[in-house]
């Protein structure tokens, strides 16, 4: 796949089946990953992957925290959020990494953490996956941090789902001046 094709035609999978990348697959990610813009090389992120059992004990770690906040949830709603990381056969958790540095402020970091997570859909796209980046409340809630283990320092950047496409959508078109203007400064 040519990289504007590529760039220009990636859509949200928000539909995945098995499979998921393979390991070879994976590291090609991973290398894409690693070419995200970042000011001083501090690489401040890293990647969590989740397949299998890990994705049940991901959603059993939603539960618990959506029960806590809310104790009056019933077991079909508990089921329903205990179910989310199973949409999908993988799931990569991009996990922003802040160092304190007197060049690179935290909101630079968390971007190219985001342009980590960014680089890993494209890949995925171009080896023919489908890749969903989700966020929402669990994403951002101290609770889970906890629960996932993640460091003071750390935070969640989003969940990528990743598999196969039961269906790739079309790009819808876009027309660029809708959002692009000449700076009159």
Known sequence: MQALELLHNRVS???LVAPAPNEQQLEAM??????APDHANLRPWRLLVLEGEQLNKLGQIFAEVSLAKNPALNEAQLQKIASKPLRAPMVIAVVGCITEHPKVPEIE???TA???AHALTQAAFAQGFGAMWRSGGMMFDADVHH????????????????????KFRSAPE??????VSHAQL
């Open 147 to 166: 629960k996932m283990k993640l460091a003071e320092n750390e935070k969640l950047v989003g969940f990528l789902y990743l598999g196969s496409a039961a």
């Open 174 to 179: 876009a027309n660029s001046a809708d959002f």
């Open 13 to 15: 999978s928000p539909k």
């Open 114 to 116: 985001g342009c980590a």
């Open 30 to 35: 991973y290398q894409a990953a690693a070419r």
């Open 109 to 111: 970091q968390l971007i």
